[in-house]
């Protein structure tokens, strides 16, 4: 197969490396509600990628094609490189120039109007990929502290009623379900 010779000028390699170099400070964002709880660690990164498998296994229940979905949970979070992980409790305290970020991420990179349209409809919320991409950011939430109850962290248990509530979709709302029965380990004794 003969590869086309490329037409991409200088600018538009440029604002792609700073960006790919933007999102790998993703993996050095700690998610902020772990010291709360008092053990576990987690960074932005490890929690977008569990969250896009969420996505897509939930798109699989629903019957849906993930990859719309899948692309607005790779991106739903990417104001953190800007403006870090603010828990509940820190939003409270903080303006949260979350949009300034996305438009200012989006407005660097060549094909950043596409990316802020998804996350436009993910922080809108009416389109079915976009509640689903919520309730698999609160599911990824919800396995996080169930890792940490089966090691031992009953403060975990108090805070899963409130996670659970949050979920809209029913096959989210059976995920959770057997998730919070499931031992977190149960995958690796398999035969």
């Known amino acids: ?22 999102v790998g400070q993703l993996a050095k964002v700690p998610r902020s509600w772990t010291p709360y709880l008092g053990t576990g660690s987690q960074s932005v990164a490890e929690h977008l990628n569990r969250v896009c498998y969420i996505v897509y296994a939930l798109c699989h229940l629903v ?16 104001s953190e490189t800007r ?3 603010l828990n ?38 009416e389109s079915l990929e976009s509640i689903i991409v ?6 990824e939430f919800l396995i996080s502290l169930k890792e940490q109850i089966d090691i031992g962290n009953t403060r975990a248990k ?3 009623p409130s996670a659970v509530k949050r979920l809209k979709t029913d096959e989210a709302k059976k ?12 995958w690796w004794f398999w035969n």
Not at 134 to 139: F, I, M, Q
């Open 88 to 125: 509940h409790l820190h939003q409270k305290y903080t303006t949260r120039l979350e949009e300034k970020a996305h438009t200012d991420i989006a407005n660097s990179v060549p094909f950043g109007k596409e990316f802020k349209k998804l996350i436009d409809e993910y922080e809108n919320r």
């Open 175 to 186: 995920l959770s379900e057997v998730i919070l029965k499931t031992d977190s380990d149960k």
């Open 83 to 85: 403006i870090s992980d």
């Open 63 to 78: 019957k849906i094609d993930p990859a719309k979905a899948v692309l607005m949970a790779l991106f739903h979070d990417i």
């Open 1 to 22: 197969m003969k590869v086309k010779k490329s037409k991409t000028n200088t600018k538009d390699l440029g604002q792609i490396t700073d960006f790919l170099y933007e």
């Open 134 to 139: 919520k309730d698999a950011d609160t599911l």
């Open 158 to 160: 108090k805070w899963l």
